[in-house]
């Protein structure tokens, strides 16, 4: 026997209605290229978003069609990620810290038809624009210099737009109606293609108060992270559906531009990687009253998070630093670091201890870890590759012509990380399966290590890499950044991790350097360090 509910399509127009219908006088706040504060209503929002979606409808986009964005966090990029899934279309951030040949590469495999682009990223475009073939460009106008005759103009486009012709999709709630393309440091990217199901089901899921975010119209919300990387984490999306002020730094992702609009728009949530937290940590330790600062919670993945971060941010500033994980093919929240009843009475130092796990599956994301004997048990010690599934877990790439190695043969995707599982179902990453270093047998977690190193007062940013030994197999190598006037010698970090971790684990050799390559969203780029090492044979 069938349920007897309405067959309501999980669509992204819903939530575009919701907000104009509940939110009309919540604000929308964008920091412009030239430090400008842009700001309007929801209502202003969802007209233009619905003018720009009729607009591009009659400049020949229709359902199934990809529209690339190569763009800032702004209000206008918000427009694009409401009205093209609007009319059916897909939208498609292109990550502007990936190479010429990869944003071309991506462009034609997507077979993008038309590009929004930033004009202070027109620089950018120029470098592919011969390798592409989009079938118009048009540029968000952000400075006093004309834009190029060849270029459509954002601003005329919207303007264009008869609102009252705008027909909102209300298809298959299966179909894709965003792509991102992933930022692997291996091969080429791949594409991922979200459903407006499962952006709804990923945005309803991370508003849930289990998770400990628990976003709500009261929240004044800045992604730090881009909209370019795995839709900013669904920002836009959970805070248009609840009517939370949202406030967008644009370019400007300095720790002092940042904690200037913290302070001035008084934003309650943030999310970004751990490097931009640490750059806004240093900043606020410089000078600790500058700022007034009304965070309740930063959001921090990509990364495994350093205990420090977290115990500082407490300690110093009363903010919670909320642990989470995910990945640009689980759109992208998978866990977060929740604290459960059982820790709500631990001790401030357990409960940093804790937060250093990447938590608990939000709902309806289910976990496994596997490794060479199969399951591994929830023991929280027994090392595996995690694997996932869920309604915003991808199940294939996109135009993936090899068979994919990535997803088991039941169904589930191989995430690359290596795990152990608590008994209360807690996640916690050890490394990538390419970076777990593996000495006479046995495996030792670079993440550890370098959570451990950043805790030492003179060091800034630390990166552990596997080395070849030709007793043991791998050892453990450490590159380490000295905070601004410090020096670090060996024997003190070697002192500083002993009582730590076994002997074993102890890197063999450290190099100093100025700065952890990074990739382009802002992890460390370890491939580059394998590359270096091996390049200069560094040995101690
Ligand atoms: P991306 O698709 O670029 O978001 O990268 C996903 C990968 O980032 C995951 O598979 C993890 O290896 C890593 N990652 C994400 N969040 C965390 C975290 N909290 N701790 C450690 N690694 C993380």
Not at 15 to 23: M, S, V
Not at 50 to 76: C, F, M, P
Not at 458 to 485: C, D, H, Q, T
Request: aromatic share 10%; with cysteine.
């Amino acid at each position: 026997m069938r349920g007897l509910m309405m067959e309501y399509q999980l669509t992204v127009p819903s939530i575009l209605r919701r907000a104009e219908t509940l939110f009309g006088k919540k604000e929308i706040v964008s920091c412009l290229p030239d430090k400008t504060i842009h700001r309007y209503t929801y209502s202003d929002f969802a007209k233009r978003s619905k003018k720009l979606a009729v607009a591009l409808y009659e400049l020949g986009i229709r359902e199934g069609d990809r529209v690339a964005t190569l763009s800032w966090n702004h209000y206008q990029h918000l427009e694009v990620y409401f009205a093209v899934p609007s009319i059916g279309a897909v939208v498609h951030p292109l990550n502007i810290r990936f190479s010429p040949d990869d944003l071309s590469y991506i462009i034609n495999e997507a077979e993008d038809k038309i590009l929004i682009v930033d004009q202070v990223l027109l620089p950018l475009f120029e470098k592919f624009k011969s390798l592409v073939s989009v079938s118009k460009v048009i540029v968000i106008p952000q400075t006093q210099e004309l834009i190029p005759k060849e270029y459509l103009n954002y601003e005329i486009v919207v303007a264009s737009g008869d609102e009252s012709l705008f027909q909102p999709f209300e298809g298959d709630e299966y179909a894709a109606a965003f792509m991102c393309y992933t930022s692997g440091t291996t091969g080429k990217p791949k594409g991922i293609l979200y459903s407006h199901r499962s952006i709804l089901l990923h945005a309803m899921s991370s508003l849930l108060g289990c998770c400990d975010i628990g976003i709500t119209e009261r929240d004044v919300v800045l992604p730090v992270v881009p909209m370019f990387h795995a839709s900013a984490w669904g920002f836009p999306f959970n805070c248009t559906l609840v009517g939370a002020t949202q406030v967008f730094p644009g370019p400007h992702l300095d720790a002092g531009s940042l904690l200037h609009l913290f302070q001035t728009e008084k934003v309650t949530l943030t999310g970004g990687v751990p490097t931009v937290m640490l750059s806004i940590l240093n900043k606020l330790d410089s000078d600790p009253h500058k700022y007034k600062l009304f965070l309740r919670i930063i959001m921090v993945g990509g990364s495994a998070v350093p205990r420090f971060l977290v115990k500082s941010f407490d300690e110093r500033y009363g903010i919670k630093v909320l642990h989470t994980w995910g990945m640009t093919e689980i759109s992208p929240l998978g866990s977060s670091s929740i604290t459960t009843s059982k820790l709500a009475n631990a001790s401030k130092e357990e409960q940093y201890d804790h937060a250093m796990k990447q938590g608990m599956p939000v709902p309806l994301v289910e976990i496994r870890g596997r490794n060479e004997f199969g399951f591994i048990p929830w023991d929280g010690v027994t090392m595996g590759e995690l694997e996932v599934r869920g309604p915003w877990v991808a199940s294939s790439y996109y135009r993936d012509t090899e068979p994919s190695t990535k997803f088991t043969p039941d169904g589930w995707l191989r995430t690359g990380d290596i795990v152990v599982i608590t008994e209360d179902g807690f996640i916690e990453i050890k490394d990538r399966s390419k970076d777990v270093i593996k000495s006479g047998g046995e495996w030792i977690s670079s993440v550890a290590l370098e959570n451990a190193l950043m805790g030492h007062p003179s060091v800034l940013e630390a990166a552990v890499i596997a080395v070849p030994n030709e007793k043991w197999m791998e050892r453990p190598f450490a590159y380490v950044v000295p905070k601004e006037g410090k020096t670090i010698s060996f024997d003190d970090l070697k002192e500083f991790l002993a009582d730590k971790f076994a002997k074993f684990w102890i890197p063999e050799g450290y190099a100093i350097i100025e700065a952890i390559p990074k990739t382009s969203v802002g992890k460390f780029q370890k491939s580059a360090l394998r590359e270096k090492y091996n390049k200069e044979h560094v040995s101690v």
